[in-house]
């Protein structure tokens, strides 16, 4: 059955231009190029040159990046690790994975943490300025490009790491990186991106293939109900396309692809969202300040707007999940979910994670009248005003 809506998506790479599909076909059949090759280092370059910093060092992934963060840093078997609620099981597993104990800390309003904590995250795009020093990680995967007074994040703590996964900043389906000025920490994450080794060619397959399928196939298909999900879950199921999250990690376990170094094929994917993310995050700034806008004034409330990228334009509501509901199957719009539990995914075995129900009371509430609408690229001024018009029904 043919929905009579065209579909709005906030994930599901978001990010993807014909550029990026092009250059994904193009790895496709250079096999040579998918493991060692140029892209890397001046992925890394880039990088160091962008923040202002000493060291860059790629991995396969925001969780291994921080995972070797934590290895270089040397931690006692059993350290504390304090973090907020609020947060993705891929902030927590690296912390288990490393033999330390993850110590929760509720969240406030704008969705970054209430008290002190080792590892600062910049939740949605908005910068933690409160608790930043030189002595904390900051966890940067949703804030690249984001600054505080001339300052970009990533240059005020002890270390930073960044993410490129399928629905971040910029993009290439996974992809981290760590940046220092401290010498020792930097030598260290070097010394580890070669102990790591490089993933499996299958799996650098799963990651070029996916701009491509979604691009030509899932996305196309998402104008039929229910069609385009399924065959995503499908193409998931037969190893076709990775998942986001693996079942492991919804359990505390650790697939055999973490950690990892950054592969040449992703890097090179990196790089060319890379030179586009001052055009990436103006659009999202330009869209936020269309929501503001229109929905100024409503029962939604709304983000912080100071210093804030936005990633995803963050609303809450009393019934954030009926609207969530109600969007996508009245209207074929498939709003944001981050975050519907105090550790997302939703179906993240809390015990696992070492999180128990009621430790952090702000973050817990917060899951249950949280949604995000979409600010990327792909965005057109006419889907945001549909979006809006949908949403006025709840004012």
Same mark, same amino acid.
Not at 177 to 204: C, R
């Given at each position: 059955?043919?929905?009579?809506?065209?579909?709005?998506?906030?994930?599901?790479?978001?990010?993807?231009?014909?550029?990026?599909?092009?250059?994904?076909?193009?790895?496709?059949?250079?096999?040579?190029?998918?493991?060692?090759?140029?892209?890397?280092?001046?992925?890394?370059?880039?990088?160091?040159?962008?923040?202002?910093?000493?060291? +860059?060092?790629?991995?396969?992934?925001?969780?291994?990046?921080?995972?070797? !963060?934590?290895?270089?840093?040397?931690?006692?078997?059993?350290?504390?690790?304090? !973090?907020?609620?609020?947060?993705?099981?891929?902030?927590?597993?690296?912390?288990?994975?490393?033999?330390?104990?993850?110590?929760?800390?509720?969240?406030?309003?704008?969705?970054?943490?209430?008290?002190?904590?080792?590892?600062?995250?910049?939740?949605?795009?908005?910068?933690?300025?409160?608790?930043?020093?030189?002595?904390?990680?900051?966890?940067?995967?949703?804030?690249?490009? +984001?600054?505080?007074?001339?300052?970009?994040?990533?240059?005020?703590?002890?270390?930073?790491?960044?993410?490129?996964?399928?629905?971040?900043?910029?993009?290439?389906?996974?992809? *981290?990186?760590?940046?220092?000025?401290?010498?020792?920490?930097?030598?260290?994450?070097?010394?580890?991106?070669?102990?790591?080794?490089?993933?499996?060619?299958?799996?650098?397959?799963?990651?070029?293939?996916?701009?491509?399928?979604?691009?030509?196939?899932?996305?196309?298909?998402?104008?039929?109900?229910?069609?385009?999900?399924?065959?995503?879950?499908?193409?998931?199921?037969?190893?076709?396309?990775?998942?986001?999250?693996?079942?492991?990690?919804?359990?505390?376990?650790?697939?055999?692809?973490?950690?990892?170094?950054?592969?040449?094929?992703?890097?090179?994917?990196?790089?060319?969202?890379?030179?586009?993310?001052?055009?990436?995050?103006?659009?999202?700034?330009?869209?936020?300040?269309?929501?503001?806008?229109?929905?100024?004034?409503?029962?939604?409330?709304?983000?912080?707007?100071?210093?804030?990228?936005?990633?995803?334009?963050? !609303?809450?509501?009393?019934?954030?999940?009926?609207?969530?509901?109600?969007?996508?199957?009245?209207?074929?719009?498939?709003? *944001?979910?981050?975050?519907?539990?105090?550790?997302?995914?939703?179906?993240?075995?809390?015990?696992?994670?070492?999180?128990?129900?009621?430790?952090?009371?702000?973050?817990?509430?917060?899951?249950?009248?949280?949604?995000?609408?979409?600010?990327?690229?792909?965005?057109?001024?006419?889907?945001?005003?549909? !979006?809006?018009?949908?949403?006025?029904?709840?004012?």
């Amino acid at each position: 059955m043919l929905n009579k809506f065209k579909p709005i998506s906030i994930s599901l790479s978001p990010n993807v231009q014909k550029d990026d599909v092009v250059l994904a076909l193009k790895l496709l059949f250079q096999p040579w190029k998918w493991m060692r090759g140029g892209a890397i280092k001046e992925l890394e370059d880039n990088f160091k040159k962008y923040l202002g910093v000493k060291y +860059a060092v790629s991995f396969n992934s925001g969780r291994s990046s921080l995972f070797a !963060i934590l290895k270089a840093l040397n931690l006692p078997t059993g350290s504390d690790v304090a !973090i907020q609620a609020f947060t993705c099981n891929a902030v927590v597993n690296p912390i288990l994975w490393a033999g330390l104990n993850p110590v929760y800390v509720d969240c406030a309003d704008d969705f970054n943490s209430a008290g002190e904590v080792d590892i600062v995250q910049h939740t949605f795009g908005l910068p933690n300025e409160k608790w930043l020093n030189e002595d904390v990680i900051e966890d940067c995967a949703h804030a690249l490009g +984001a600054q505080i007074n001339g300052k970009k994040v990533g240059t005020f703590g002890k270390v930073a790491f960044f993410s490129f996964s399928r629905d971040k900043v910029i993009s290439s389906v996974y992809g *981290g990186m760590t940046t220092t000025n401290n010498d020792e920490i930097g030598k260290k994450l070097e010394a580890l991106q070669k102990e790591f080794g490089q993933p499996k060619l299958f799996w650098i397959k799963q990651q070029i293939f996916h701009p491509i399928l979604l691009y030509f196939l899932i996305l196309p298909l998402y104008k039929f109900i229910d069609l385009g999900k399924i065959f995503l879950v499908t193409s998931q199921y037969l190893h076709i396309l990775s998942k986001a999250v693996s079942w492991q990690e919804k359990r505390g376990q650790r697939p055999d692809y973490f950690p990892k170094a950054l592969p040449n094929a992703l890097a090179q994917m990196a790089l060319n969202q890379f030179n586009k993310l001052e055009f990436f995050n103006n659009h999202r700034k330009e869209i936020a300040q269309f929501y503001y806008k229109e929905l100024s004034g409503t029962q939604f409330g709304l983000p912080v707007k100071e210093n804030n990228i936005f990633l995803r334009f963050v !609303i809450t509501h009393p019934k954030a999940h009926q609207i969530l509901y109600e969007a996508w199957s009245n209207q074929n719009i498939l709003l *944001g979910d981050w975050y519907r539990s105090p550790i997302d995914p939703h179906d993240t075995q809390l015990d696992k994670m070492q999180y128990q129900q009621g430790m952090c009371p702000n973050a817990e509430s917060l899951a249950k009248k949280t949604l995000n609408l979409p600010t990327h690229i792909n965005i057109t001024m006419k889907e945001a005003q549909r !979006i809006v018009n949908f949403l006025k029904q709840w004012k």
